[in-house]
């Protein structure tokens, strides 16, 4: 039903001036910590904190927007809350909820879950 809908602002965001904007590097790691494993391998496991994760995530959510897009297809239009993006974890399982918004539901929370390797099953 969202297949092909565009993400359109609806106010002009407030970025800051040219003098203040910092560049964005990129940066590779150090030399000999890249290791390529092959398909259907796992690596070492990288613990990350259930906060740090949703910090990362709405982070992503937010980036080039000040927490809420517009999504426009045709005439209709849902309005996504950017900024409330959550993250519920569990072993082998990343749900992630996306609150929407529209004339037909005021208040919604769309819900995707991602499988994942887990500690029963490291690698599929």
């Known amino acids: 039903m969202l ?14 001036p040219a003098s203040k ?11 000999g910590i890249v290791k390529l494993f092959p398909p259907g391998t796992a690596g070492n496991e ?16 937010m ?23 959550q993250a519920a974890l569990d072993d082998g399982l990343v ?3 996306i609150p929407v918004s529209c004339d037909q539901v005021p208040s919604a929370t769309i819900q995707v879950a991602f499988a994942m390797a887990g500690r029963p099953r490291p690698r599929a």
Do not use: C, H, Y
């Not at 904007?21 to 030399?31: E, F, G, I, L």
């Not at 990350?48 to 994760?53: D, E, L, W």
């Open 3 to 16: 297949e092909g809908m565009v993400a359109k602002k609806r106010a002009p965001s407030s970025k800051k």
């Open 21 to 31: 904007r910092v560049a964005a590097k990129t940066v590779a790691p150090p030399v």
């Open 46 to 61: 990288v613990p990350i904190p259930a906060a740090s994760f949703q910090k990362m995530l709405s982070a992503a959510a």
């Open 63 to 85: 980036k080039d927007n000040s927490g809420t897009q517009v999504w426009v297809e045709g005439g209709s239009e849902l309005l996504v809350m950017t900024g409330k993006v």
């Open 95 to 97: 749900v992630i909820g």
